[in-house]
């Protein structure tokens, strides 16, 4: 199967205008596209199938108890299929099962350990605080964050660790935020708010074949060796804002192809 991959547009504020790259049988949208929602019409009438996680920003200023029914009905009104804690199947022009497992995959402030969690958390107090979010009727701070990051965290580990039942020949994770520090912004290293951009879920990586995420403002391709299979790969192909140069280097025509095992 061979994959376009967009995240990080924030076209709430940049003017990147995405198109279809020739020969991709499926876009994923790895979140963070319009934190107004407004360009997800863009998506419509896409020429192959859509499917998306929500990124942090598609939260900013709202609630999460509404935000989550109205962004799916949004979605699903634009032609696009939103996973959150759920999975797909699509068979490929070759006809190969793919399994694709989504969910945004918040922060828990755990990249550098329990030692660690406090400095981390308080470093997202900024991020949160931009955010302006609400989760039941109360202010979105990194407690109430990190249960969600956890319940979310709990669904794709059981997910990822059930037997294969035969199903499906490939697993496609898709996260918002990233699953290792490996996929840390070079700009920023270990600072402690580099806790509020991924997560330590290197254990799981080996348990996908490939692995897709957003949330840097900068790009990744890199390998995680599994002995006797082929390497896991985790690839985030991020925008960012162009008014930073974060866009410089970015391929808007690069395929990202699962290969058949």
Known sequence: MRLQLLSDLHLE??????????GAELLVLAGDIDATWDAFDRFKGWP??????????EFDGREFDDAWPALRQRCDGCGIRLLERETLLLTDSGGQRVRFVGTIRWSDFDLFGEARRPQAMRAAGYFLRLMGSTIGGEVLDADRLRAESLDCRAWLAATLNAPPDGSYDATVVITHFGPSLRSGDPRFGSQPGTASFCNADDPLIPLADLWLHGHLHCRHDYLVERPGRAPSRVVCQAVGLQRKGEDRGYDATKL?????H
């Open 13 to 22: 504020t940049e003017a990147f205008d995405p198109e279809p790259v020739p």
């Open 48 to 57: 192959v199938p859509v499917i998306a996680v929500a990124g942090n920003h």
């Open 256 to 260: 990202i192809e699962l290969v058949p």
